[in-house]
């Protein structure tokens, strides 16, 4: 029996309402493993403590945002090649390529860490008299983001970064 990869839900990893196989494409007898999947309730509890941590995340300075992304991104460069076989085993694409893309996804976040302390915005002038528009950047909300299955490492990163 293979072991039961369960979802992380609210600080809490928890057992699905039911579970699916994970075979490796390019050796289906290889069972990567059980994955939980989320009940209706679990993902709106998901959703909801979501929200709140996009609320703490907002509130944090540049520096504190810089750190928090460069950290995660730094560890994902760094366990490239661990990260890199699971990905290729769990997607059948070649071993360099798996490494390459959890190194790539970490350079997202770096690259976005770093974005973090630029703070450039923008000024224009408006067409009416006496009005300057004013363009900053802020963190918008919860979002959801639905990955491609070739580079679901990379893609997610590049969105979530």
């Known amino acids: 029996m293979s072991e039961l990869h369960k979802n992380l839900i609210a600080g809490d990893w928890l057992a699905g309402e039911s579970e699916i196989e994970n075979r490796n494409p390019s050796d289906l007898s290889d069972l990567v493993g059980l994955y939980a999947q989320a009940s209706a309730e679990q993902l709106e509890a998901t959703l909801d403590r979501a929200v709140e941590a ?12 810089q750190a928090v992304l460069h950290a995660i991104g730094s560890e994902m460069m760094a366990r490239a090649d661990e990260l890199g076989r699971l990905l290729s085993r769990e997607e059948g694409k070649p071993l360099a390529e798996g490494r390459g893309e959890i190194y790539r996804a970490g350079q997202f976040f770096t690259y976005y860490g770093a974005e973090c302390l630029r703070q ?14 004013d363009v900053r950047r802020e963190p918008v909300g919860t979002v959801a983001i639905i990955s491609p299955w070739n580079f679901p490492t990379a893609t997610a990163s590049w969105k979530i970064a």
């Open 54 to 65: 996009q609320r703490v995340w907002a509130a944090y300075g540049p520096e504190r945002r």
């Open 120 to 133: 450039l915005g923008e000024n224009a002038d408006s067409v009416r008299d006496g009005v300057e528009i």
